[in-house]
């Protein structure tokens, strides 16, 4: 490998990122976040079921005292 040969390959090409491309990031961003926070609140009673206790059945019946 040659001088010159090495300059090309250690060459960087540098992204230019304007404001419409800042902007889709962060709008991308929020509309993710906003998605995740959807799904977790329509999904909010089957997520916590599966970490609750589930009571016992193998306990008798309590005896009825009139």
Same mark, same amino acid.
């Given at each position: 490998?040659? *001088?010159?040969?090495?300059?090309? %390959? &250690?060459?960087?090409?540098?992204?230019?990122?304007?404001?419409?491309?800042?902007?889709?990031?962060?709008?991308?961003?929020?509309? *993710?976040?906003?998605?995740?926070? %959807? &799904?977790?609140?329509?999904?909010?009673?089957?997520?916590?079921?599966?970490?609750?206790?589930?009571?016992?059945?193998?306990?008798?019946?309590?005896?009825?005292?009139?």
């Amino acid at each position: 490998m040659t *001088g010159s040969d090495w300059k090309e %390959v &250690a060459e960087m090409d540098l992204a230019y990122l304007d404001a419409g491309s800042g902007s889709l990031i962060v709008q991308a961003v929020v509309g *993710g976040v906003a998605g995740v926070a %959807v &799904a977790t609140r329509l999904y909010w009673r089957r997520l916590v079921a599966r970490f609750r206790k589930s009571p016992s059945t193998n306990q008798a019946p309590a005896a009825n005292q009139d």
